[in-house]
C-alpha cells in the first residue's frame, strides 16, 4: 500500500526508487521462506517502475522476475498470482526498451511453464510469449523452429474436439505462432550465403509441418468427426485471421508434391476457403491475415496446381451442402468484403485483379472467370455508386477493379454497369477519367495500375466513338488522361 501511495513520487525522484528497489524489493526474492503474495506484489512494483530502472540493474532484475515466473505452488498456497503478476511485470518492461539481458533463457523459462494443465496461466504465458518474440525477432530467431513444434503441442492438446468456439487460451495460443511467423521471416538469410539458406530453409520446412499438424487438428477432424445428423460440418470460425496467417506461411513453403501430399495442403485450403466464403466478422486489424493467405493460395495454384483443383467444382461442409470452387469461395469472402471497412475495400480490389488473372482459367473454367468478373463488377458499382457524390481516395480502387473486371470482358461488365441505370457506363468511364489524371489525389501510382488504366481508357475510348459520342465530354476526359497516363508511365519506367 505504502508503494502504491508513493507510486507518482517515486516516478519523479528515480534515485529513489532505483534505492528502493535495490534495498528493499529485490531482497525479498531471496527470502526464505517469503510470502507469496508479498513477491506478487514486488513483482508489480517493479512493472510500474519500469521507467525509473536504470541499465546495471538488468540482470538482477530480470533474474528476480524469472524466479517469480518459475516459483511453483506450496501444499497449501497457490502461487499463480506470483506468476501472474511476473508475467506481466516482464511484458511492461520488454514493452518500454527494458530488455532482458539473455533473450533465449527468458523464452526458455516461458515456453517451459506453458502447458495444458492450467488454461489461465497458459494464456497470459502465450501472450507474454508473443511480446518476446515480437522485441527479440533475429536474437530468438534460430530457436523457433523448437519453440513452435513445444507450443504447437500444447495448443493441439487445448483445442476442444467439438465444433465449439475455440477456449480463449487456444487463441492466445495462435496469436503466439503468428509472432513467431513473422520474427523468422525477419531475418531471412542473404541467398548468396548457401550454409545459412540451406538451414533456414530446414527450419522453415519444420516450421510450415507443424503448423499443418495443428490445423489438421482444427479442422480437418472436427470435419471427420462431426455427426452426419448436423445442419453443417464446418469447424467453428475462431481465429480465423491468425490461421489464415499459418496457412499462408505453409503455402509459401512448400517446394515439393511430396510436401504437399505429407502437409495435406489441398485439403486444408478447401476447409480453409469453406470458411472464410461465410465470413461476417469483420474487424479492420483482423483481415490482413486473410487477404495475404489469399493470394498466396493463388500463387501456389500457379506453382502446383497443374490439374486445376482450385476450380474443380467440390461439396461445402456448409450446411446448403452446395458444390462450389475454391476459387468461387475465396471470391464469396472478396466480393463481401468490398463494403465491409475502407482498408478491406483496398485489400478486396487488388485480390480481385489477382483472381482474375492469375489463374489458369483454361483448365475447362472460362464460364467461372466471366461470373467472377460479373460479380465483382457488380458489387465494386455498387458501391462506387454510394460514395459517388464527391471525389475520394476510395474510388481507385474501385474503379481499378471495375477495370480489371472490364479488360476480361466488356461487353458482360457494360451490362452489368447499365443495369440499374442507362448512364452508368459514362459514370464509370468519367470517374476513371478523373482518377486517371495526374490532377488526382491519390493518383496511379505503380507500373501495373498506370498500365491498367491506359488499357481500359483506351478501349473505353473505341466503345464510346462505336456508341457515336465523339463529341461527348466524357470522350475528351478520356483522351486527356490517356495522353497524362501514358507519359506518366514513361516516367515511372525511366
Known amino acids: 500500500m505504502a508503494y502504491g501511495g508513493l507510486q507518482d513520487f517515486l516516478s519523479e525522484r528515480k534515485d529513489l526508487a532505483v534505492t528502493l528497489i535495490r534495498n528493499r524489493i529485490l531482497p525479498l526474492y531471496y527470502?526464505?521462506?517469503?510470502?507469496?503474495?508479498?513477491?506478487?506484489?514486488?513483482?508489480?512494483?517493479?512493472?510500474q517502475l519500469t521507467l525509473c530502472l536504470p541499465e546495471a540493474m538488468c540482470t538482477d532484475i530480470y533474474n528476480s522476475l524469472m524466479k517469480a515466473l518459475s516459483m511453483e505452488d506450496a501444499e497449501d498456497v497457490t502461487c499463480y498470482p506470483v506468476?501472474?503478476?511476473a508475467s506481466g511485470a516482464i511484458a511492461e518492461l520488454i514493452e518500454n526498451g527494458y530488455a532482458p539481458p539473455d533473450w533465449v533463457a527468458l523464452l526458455q523459462v516461458v515456453v517451459k511453464r506453458i502447458s495444458a494443465e492450467d488454461e489461465n496461466e497458459s494464456a497470459l504465458l502465450f501472450q507474454l510469449l508473443g511480446t518476446i518474440v515480437d522485441a527479440g525477432q533475429e536474437k530468438v530467431a534460430a530457436h523457433i523452429p523448437g519453440t513452435v513444434s513445444n507450443i504447437a503441442n500444447t495448443i493441439t492438446n487445448l483445442l476442444p474436439s467439438v465444433p465449439d468456439p475455440?477456449?480463449?487460451?487456444?487463441?492466445?495460443?495462435?496469436?503466439?505462432?503468428?509472432?513467431?511467423?513473422?520474427?523468422?521471416?525477419?531475418?531471412?538469410?542473404?541467398?548468396?550465403?548457401?550454409?545459412?539458406?540451406?538451414?533456414?530453409?530446414?527450419?522453415?520446412?519444420?516450421?510450415?509441418?507443424?503448423?499443418?499438424t495443428v490445423l489438421q487438428k482444427a479442422w480437418l477432424l472436427p470435419v471427420e468427426q462431426m455427426e452426419p445428423t448436423l445442419d453443417s460440418a464446418l469447424p467453428p470460425p475462431s481465429c480465423v485471421n491468425d490461421a489464415s496467417v499459418l496457412l499462408e506461411f505453409i503455402l509459401r513453403s512448400i517446394t515439393s508434391m511430396e510436401e504437399i501430399t505429407h502437409m495435406k495442403v489441398f485439403e486444408l485450403v478447401v476447409i480453409w476457403a469453406d470458411i472464410i466464403a461465410y465470413w461476417d466478422s469483420?474487424?479492420?486489424?483482423?483481415?490482413?491475415?486473410v487477404f495475404n493467405a489469399i493470394k498466396e493460395a493463388v500463387s501456389f495454384h500457379q506453382r502446383f496446381d497443374s490439374s486445376g483443383f482450385f476450380l474443380k467444382m467440390l461439396p461445402s461442409q456448409s450446411a446448403n451442402g452446395s458444390q462450389s470452387s475454391v476459387i468461387s469461395r475465396v471470391s464469396s469472402f472478396v466480393t463481401r468484403a468490398i463494403a465491409a471497412y475502407p482498408s478491406a475495400t483496398w485489400r478486396a480490389c487488388s485480390c480481385i485483379h489477382t483472381l482474375l488473372h492469375a489463374p489458369d482459367f483454361s483448365l475447362g473454367a472460362e464460364d467461372t472467370r466471366m461470373t467472377l468478373a460479373v460479380t465483382f463488377g457488380e458489387a465494386?458499382?455498387?458501391?462506387?455508386?454510394?460514395?459517388?457524390?464527391?471525389?475520394?481516395?476510395?474510388?481507385?480502387?474501385?474503379?481499378?477493379?471495375?477495370?480489371?473486371c472490364y479488360i476480361c470482358y466488356p461487353d458482360?461488365?457494360?451490362?452489368?454497369?447499365?443495369?440499374?441505370?442507362?448512364?452508368?457506363?459514362?459514370?464509370?468511364?468519367?470517374?476513371?477519367?478523373?482518377?486517371s489524371s495526374s490532377s488526382f489525389t491519390?493518383?496511379?501510382?505503380?507500373?501495373?495500375?498506370i498500365k491498367l488504366a491506359i488499357l481500359t481508357l483506351a478501349t473505353v475510348i473505341e466503345r464510346l466513338l462505336a456508341l457515336s459520342?465523339?463529341?461527348?465530354?466524357?470522350?475528351?476526359?478520356?483522351?486527356?488522361?490517356?495522353?497524362?497516363?501514358?507519359?506518366?508511365l514513361k516516367d515511372v519506367q525511366e
Open 380 to 404: 465494386t458499382f455498387s458501391y462506387f455508386k454510394g460514395v459517388s457524390d464527391s471525389p475520394a481516395g476510395i474510388w481507385k480502387p474501385l474503379l481499378l477493379a471495375i477495370s480489371s
Open 31 to 47: 527470502l526464505d521462506p517469503c510470502s507469496p503474495y508479498l513477491i506478487s506484489t514486488a513483482n508489480w512494483i517493479i512493472g
Open 166 to 212: 475455440w477456449p480463449q487460451v487456444v487463441e492466445q495460443g495462435f496469436a503466439a505462432l503468428v509472432a513467431m511467423v513473422q520474427a523468422w521471416d525477419s531475418p531471412a538469410p542473404d541467398e548468396n550465403k548457401e550454409h545459412e539458406k540451406s538451414a533456414w530453409q530446414l527450419g522453415q520446412t519444420a516450421i510450415a509441418q507443424t503448423f499443418s
Open 442 to 449: 491519390p493518383g496511379l501510382s505503380s507500373e501495373s495500375e
Open 412 to 435: 458482360a461488365i457494360q451490362q452489368v454497369l447499365c443495369k440499374d441505370d442507362g448512364n452508368g457506363y459514362t459514370a464509370w468511364a468519367s470517374a476513371l477519367a478523373q482518377v
Open 469 to 488: 459520342m465523339g463529341g461527348t465530354k466524357v470522350l475528351q476526359d478520356c483522351y486527356i488522361s490517356l495522353m497524362e497516363s501514358c507519359i506518366h
Open 83 to 85: 506468476r501472474a503478476s
Open 282 to 289: 469483420w474487424e479492420e486489424e483482423e483481415d490482413q491475415g
